[in-house]
């Protein structure tokens, strides 16, 4: 049992900016406190970063950039590699890092690890794959060709809810093509993104190529704006709200940079009269509990036919009463804290809004009261039926585990309500008729789809929303994408003597 920040290598829990390579405290001398969810007590102090540690680690970065866009692909892997290596390796203080910030079960974390890691290896095989073109040629003795090359220094700026996963899957394409990075965790959870720096500083990467600051919230919106007015910051890749996601994109327009924005989500989750519902209850369990409801992917509305209503709650009802909530250090959590108290509060003000329009509580609904989950951030997993399509549960992300369950008719109906959103990250269906499953896919307006799957995120897989859910695509070969800029070559005269 996890009790303590006992960790193997103790060098990992870092207090301060990894910035040209180098250790150090914030310009202005602040700190910042971590906070563990489960306890509301400070972990660890780290710095509180401005814009003028923003700018130093753009200096880095920029300078940094001339000579690993030079370096060749193949080096590129190696470093990859060992930093993949050193996470695998260290592994399990990772995830009792990420646990006691965090607040997702050990379990959990681990699988983090795992998941994290696995787009460290993708991109440093992708390394060896920014292929250029040779394009047919419009004239004799022209040659027209096509090459890809990084676009520059790129910011990171991440959230809480994956505190090694969003971070490692957006450093690793970026250096994997031959840009240098200066990223931002969230201030909730920044000890896991200052160990991850470490380790890069072990794999070996030059100084300035990683370069990662804390920051409080309110100096990190300084950081970023500090970076959003440098012209020498050529993208910026963020995971988190869409209104901060907008003002990055608003913000970033003076300097043209490239954006790609992770976004909110409030991704349906549809149950078919002719689908498995053990199956569905088993796809819902995993991909609502994930992170205990903290995940932008996370069904938001579950839309069940009416004729399978009632059987399907029992089931889920059921299945639900494997759920143990409790700190990180309990053995047998399956669902942590939530971050922190505006989260709570978010989630229960969502639960009040949808039972004073006439919801029906089926379980849960308050905050855990026991010995297990003694801290004031522990949500019960809650149900609620009879929720109507007013309710703001259906309208913004709960982000907490709260099932709204809605009963449809039929297809069209159903269509047309998940899709009645701005947002369009993720949306799940199950149903056992062939021809719907591939008829709706085309119908429902998300970048990811799960038929008959809940658990959908893979390394090998493109990652990304459509509509106010952003743009751009972590994963799979198309993650290197957004990190590259095209040149088009013309070479003349080639023709030989006659
Ligand atoms: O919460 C955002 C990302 C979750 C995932 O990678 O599946």
Redesign the pocket.
């Known amino acids: 049992m996890m009790n303590s920040l006992e960790l193997t290598r103790p060098e990992l829990l870092r207090h301060q900016n990894f910035i040209r390579g180098t250790w150090s405290e914030s310009a202005g001398g602040a700190t910042l406190e971590v906070i563990n969810p489960a306890s509301n007590r400070s972990i660890a102090s780290v710095p509180d970063s401005d814009a003028r540690d923003a700018r130093a680690a753009v200096e880095a970065a920029t300078a940094a950039f001339k000579t690993w866009r030079q370096e060749t692909a193949m080096q590129r892997r190696q470093l990859l590699k060992e930093w993949h290596r050193l996470l695998l390796e260290n592994g399990e203080d990772l995830a009792r890092l990420m646990s006691l910030e965090q607040g997702k079960p050990l379990a959990e974390a681990r699988g983090e690890v795992a998941?994290g890691a696995s787009y460290v290896e993708w991109f440093a095989e992708e390394a060896v794959r920014v292929n250029g073109d040779i394009l047919p040629s419009t004239q004799e003795g022209r040659r027209q060709m096509v090459i890809r090359e990084p676009v520059g220094v790129v910011a990171v700026i991440t959230?809480w809810?994956?505190p090694l996963?969003?971070i490692a899957?957006k450093i690793a394409p970026a250096l994997a093509v031959g840009c240098t990075v200066v990223a931002k965790p969230s201030e909730d959870t920044p000890l896991t993104a200052l160990a991850l720096a470490r380790l890069a500083e072990e794999a070996g990467f030059p100084p300035g190529t990683v370069n990662v600051l804390s920051a409080s919230r309110s100096n990190g919106a300084l950081v970023g704006d500090a970076w959003l007015a440098d012209g020498r910051v050529r993208k910026i890749t963020f995971?988190g709200s869409t209104p901060v996601g907008k003002h990055l994109a608003r913000e970033s327009a003076e300097t043209l940079k490239r954006l790609s924005l992770?976004l909110g989500g409030n991704a349906p989750f549809i149950v078919f009269e002719d689908a498995d519902l053990d199956l569905a209850v088993a796809g819902l369990m995993a991909s609502k509990f994930?992170?205990g409801g903290q995940?932008?992917?996370c069904p938001n509305r579950v839309f069940v036919q009416q004729t399978v209503l009632d059987e399907f709650v029992t089931k889920l009802q059921a299945a639900m009463e494997s759920l143990v909530v409790g700190p990180a250090t309990h053995p047998d959590a399956t669902i942590g804290p939530m971050i922190n108290s505006r989260a709570v509060e978010k989630i229960q003000r969502h639960v009040d809004d949808a039972l004073e329009r006439g919801a029906r509580l089926v379980c849960g609904g308050e905050r855990v009261q026991n010995a297990v989950a003694a801290g004031p951030h522990f949500y019960l997993p809650t149900i609620l039926t009879n929720v109507g399509a007013d309710a703001v549960m259906c309208h913004e992300e709960t982000f907490g585990p709260v099932i709204p369950v809605i009963a449809f008719e039929n297809e069209p109906e159903v269509v047309t309500l998940a899709n009645d959103t701005p947002y369009g990250l993720a949306a799940y269906f199950y149903t056992s008729d062939m021809r719907r499953a591939f008829r709706l896919p085309g119908l429902l307006e998300a970048g990811v789809i799960g038929i008959n799957e809940g658990a959908?995120?893979s390394e090998l897989a493109p990652?990304g929303g459509v509509k106010e859910s952003g743009y751009g695509r972590e994963g799979s070969v198309y993650g290197t994408d957004d990190y590259v800029q095209i040149k088009y070559l013309c070479q003349g005269q080639l023709g030989g003597e006659t």
Do not use: G, I, L, Q
């Open positions: 998941y959230p809810n994956f996963a969003m899957r995971t992770e994930r992170n995940t932008c992917v959908v995120a990652f």
